[in-house]
C-alpha cells in the first residue's frame, strides 16, 4: 500500500440540499493530508454522515470534491471506492452477503481481482481485525462487536489507503470498545471518524473537525478544541474527562 | 399442536411433495420458469443495480409481515399471505419475483411445501396471486379515478380474490393428479379461503394506508408501460383461466383423459398400473347435489364478479373522458 | 388471558429455527453440496414415480432413507419430528379413499347417498401418504446437512438465474434482522396498550380490554406492517449504498464453485442406481 503525496481529501465549498428542502450541508471546506486521523464531531444532524457519503460519490453535492488528487466523479468512482474504506455505522448494513468469507471478499470479487488474490486478502483482512476464526460463520450469528470488526475486515480488503468511519464506537460495551479502540491504533491508513465517542476521540484521532448546522465551525488540533467548555457547549458536545481536572468530574454510582 | 407454532406458514396452500404426479408437477414447473423469467426480466429492467438488495429485503419483509398475527375468533388467527401487498406496494412483477423467494425459503428452510411441487406452490402463490391481485387493484383504481375509495377497495378485491384464485388453483392441480376430488377440495380450499382472504384484505388495507399516509408517492407504480385497463385484463383473465379450468377437471374426466392422452400425459407413467386420472363415478357431483351447487356457486361469482367489473371498466372509461379535469383532493 | 395480538411464537423464542443446519461431523454433511440437492430432488422424484401399492418398493425406499438418517447422524426422532409438517395436508387427499374405483370395504351413510372406503382408494391414500412423508424426510435432511450458504452456492452451480439466488440470499440474510424489528415493534406496542404479558407457549402478547373490534386489529396490524415496509425500504437503500461503496455495479458476480470430488460423484451414480433399481422392481412385481 503506497502512501501518496498529495492531499488524501480535499473539500471545497461543499453543499447538499436534502430531497425535502432541508440544507444539509452549507459550503464545507476541508483538507486532510495523507496519514492523518481526524475526528468528525457535532450535534445529531449536523450533517456528519451526509459529509462521509461525498467522499466516494453515493452522495453528490455542489462544490469540489477531490480525494487522492481524483475528483470525485465518473470515470474516477471505481477506483476511488477501492481506495476509500467506507465503514457504515449499522454493520447489518454492511454484511449482506450469507457468510464472512463472503462479505470480505465482495470488495476484491468487484475489483476484478483473481481468485487467488481474494482469498489472501480475505485472510490477511479477517487477521487484521483477529477474526479469521469467523471465515465461514453466517454474520447473523454474530454478536455487534464481532459484526463491526467484520465490517471494517470487508472494508480493509479493498486495501483502501483512506478508511472513513461513522460511529464505530456506537453502542458497544465497554471492553469491545477497548478492543475498537485498539484496533483502529493498528491501522496505518489516513482515518476521517464521525463519532460522538468524545474520549476516543482525545485518545487516538489528534485532529478534530466541529460540524453543526451543516458549517465547519471549528478544525485543529483536539487537545485545543476539546479542553475549549464554551466552544464544546455551543455545539452540544461534552468535554472529555482526560481534560477535566479530578475536582470537577462527575461522579456516577 | 401442530399449528401452535411449529407451522410458520400462514395458509393451508403449500402443497407437500407426493400429493401431486410427476407431469403436473413439471407442467407447473414449466409454466413457473416461464412466469418467473418475465419478473427477472423486468423487474431488472425497472429497478436496475437495485434490484438485487431491494427485492431480497422486501422477500423478508413479506416473510416478517406473514408472522404477524392478529386473533380473529377464538382460537383463529387472520394472517397474510402477502401477495396482494407485494403486488400493490412493488409492482407486479418485482412481487412475483420476491413471493417466489418467499415460497423457495418456505420450502427449502421449512419443508413448506415440497421441492418437487415448489413449481406449483410458485406458481400458485407467486405468480398467480400477485397477477390477479395487480389486475384488481389496477382495475379499481382506474375505476375510482383519483377518489380515495380506490386504494382501499382495490386493496381489499386485490388481496381476497388472490387468495381465492390461488386456492382454486391448488385445488386444481391436486384433482388433476387424482389426489383430491375435485368437487370436495374446491369448495372446500375456496370456502376457507374466501374467510382467510377477509383476513388478508383487511391487512392489505391497513398496510397500505399507512403506506398512504407516510409516503404516498411509494403507491405510484414507477413501471406503466401497460395502462390500468390493460393490467386487469391480464389479471382477471388469470383468474378467468383458473376458474374455467375447474369444471374442466370435474365434469368431463373422460375428456380430460382424452385430453392426457393426446398430450402423451398417460404415456408418462411409464407403465404404471395407476392411471392419472381414476375413472370412479364422482358421487358428489350428480345433479342437483350440494357439492355440485357450491361448485357452481363458487364458479358463477367468479364469472359474475370478473363481467361485472369488466362492464363497469368499460362504463367508467368511457365517462370518465369529459372529466379528466377532476379536481383531486 | 386473551391476546389479541401475537407474534408467532417461532419468531421470538426459536430465531435460530430459521437455521435449520445442524452441523455434524457426517459423510453426508461432507459432500459436495450440489450433489446433495440433486440426489434430494431424485429421491422425491423416485418416490413420486413409484406406482400406488407397490409396498415393497415403499419398504426399501423407506430403507435407503433410513439409511441416509443414519449417514448423515442426524437422529431418526428429529427427522420424523420435522417430517410432521406434511402432515395436516394429508386431509386433501381423504376423498381418494372414498371415490376410487375398487371392492367396498366400509360404508357409510351419509346424506346424498352411501359413501365407501375402496380397498384401491385405501391403497391409494396410503401411497400418497408414503410419498408425501419419503419426500418430506429427504428434505428435512437435505437442509439439516447441509448450509444454507453451500445450499445457495449449489444451486448457481446447477444454473438457476443468478440473480434469483442472489435475492434469495439477501432474504435469508435479513429475515433475522427485520424479524428483531417486528419483535421490538410488538414489544412498543404492547407496552403502550397495557398489560405486556408472556403467555404459556412463550407468545408475547399485548392486551387490549376485552372488544376492540376485528377490524380495528387488523388495521392496527395492517399499520404494523407497513411501517415495517417502510423501514425495509430504507435499509435497502442503506444496503445497496454499501454494495455501492465496495465497487458492486449491479451485476451478480460469484467465485467459481470447487471442482466436483470424483469420490462424491461416485456416490451419487450409486445413489441413483439403487434408486433405479427400485423403481425397476416396483414395475416387475
Known sequence: ?????????????????????????????????????????????????????????????????????????????????????????????????????????????????????????????????????????????????????????????MEPEILVLDEPTAGLDPRTRRRLIGLLQTLPQTMLVATHDINMVAEILPRTVILDGGQVVADGATDDLLSDAALMAAHGLEVPHCYTPHAEQHHRQ | MLASGVLPSPAPMHIPDGFLTVAIAVICWVLAAAGLGVALWRSGKTLGPRQVPLMGVLAAFIFAAQMLNFTVAGGTSGHLIGGALAAILLGPWAAVLTMTTVVSIQALVFQDGGLLVMGANILNMAIIAPLVAYGVYRGVMALAGQRRWGLFVGGFAAAWLSVVVAAVATSIQLAFSGTSLLGVALPAMAGVHVLIGIGEGLITVGALAFVAAARRDLLQPSDKPVRGLGWAAIGLAIALVVTLFAPLASEHPDGLERVAENLGFIDLAQDAPYEIIPDYALPGLSEGSPAATILAGVVGVLIVAIIGLGIAFAIARLRRRPMTREVTE | MRDYFHVSRIMLMHIHALDAYRFKASLVHRLDARVKLVLAVGFIVSTALTPDGAWLAYALLAGLMLSVIAAARLGVGFVLRRSLVALPFALAAVTVMFTT?????????????????????????????????????????????????????????????????????????????????????????????????????????????????????????????????????????????????????????????????????????????????????????
Not at chain 1, 470480505?104 to 481468485?115: D, I, K, T
Open chain 3, 101 to 285: 374405483d375398487g371392492e367396498a370395504l366400509l360404508t357409510v351413510h351419509v346424506f346424498g347417498g352411501d359413501l365407501s372406503i375402496t380397498d384401491a382408494g385405501l391403497t391409494r391414500f396410503v401411497s400418497v401418504l408414503l410419498k408425501s412423508w419419503l419426500s418430506v424426510q429427504m428434505a428435512v435432511v437435505l437442509t439439516a446437512a447441509t448450509s444454507f450458504p453451500d445450499l445457495l452456492r449449489a444451486m448457481r452451480s446447477l444454473h438457476l438465474p443468478k440473480v434469483l439466488v442472489a435475492v434469495i440470499g439477501f432474504a435469508y440474510r435479513y429475515i433475522f434482522v427485520i424479524a428483531d424489528e417486528v419483535a421490538r415493534m410488538m414489544r412498543a406496542r404492547a407496552a403502550r396498550s397495557g398489560t405486556l404479558s408472556l403467555s404459556e407457549d412463550g407468545a408475547l402478547s399485548g392486551n387490549r380490554r376485552s372488544g376492540g373490534s376485528v377490524f380495528w386489529r387488523a388495521r392496527v396490524t395492517g399499520g404494523m406492517a407497513g411501517s415495517l415496509f417502510l423501514r425495509s425500504i430504507e435499509r435497502s437503500e442503506r444496503i445497496y449504498d454499501a454494495m455501492v461503496a465496495r465497487g458492486y455495479d449491479g451485476e451478480v458476480r460469484v467465485l467459481r464453485h470447487p471442482t466436483l470430488q470424483l469420490g462424491d460423484l461416485l456416490i451419487a451414480l450409486l445413489f441413483a442406481l439403487v434408486l433405479a433399481l427400485i423403481q425397476l422392481l416396483a414395475r416387475l412385481i
Open chain 1, 1 to 157: 500500500m503506497t502512501m501518496s503525496m498529495e492531499t488524501c481529501i480535499e473539500i471545497n465549498d461543499l453543499s447538499y440540499v436534502y430531497h425535502d428542502g432541508r440544507q444539509a450541508l452549507q459550503g464545507v471546506s476541508l483538507r486532510v493530508n495523507p496519514g492523518e486521523k481526524v475526528a468528525l464531531v457535532g450535534p445529531n444532524g449536523a450533517g456528519k454522515s451526509t459529509l462521509l457519503l461525498h467522499l466516494n460519490g453515493i452522495l453528490r453535492g455542489d462544490g469540489a470534491v477531490r480525494v487522492l488528487g481524483q475528483e470525485v466523479a465518473e470515470p474516477h468512482l471505481a477506483r476511488i471506492r477501492a481506495q476509500v474504506g467506507l465503514v457504515f455505522q449499522d454493520p447489518d448494513d454492511q454484511l449482506f452477503s450469507p457468510t464472512v468469507f463472503e462479505d470480505v471478499a465482495f470488495g476484491p470479487l468487484y475489483a476484478g481481482l483473481s481468485e487467488e488474490e481474494i482469498r489472501r486478502r480475505v485472510g490477511w483482512a479477517l487477521a487484521q481485525v483477529g477474526a479469521e476464526a469467523y471465515v465461514e460463520r453466517v454474520s447473523h450469528h454474530l454478536s455487534l462487536g464481532e459484526k463491526k470488526r467484520i465490517a471494517i475486515a470487508s472494508v480493509l480488503s
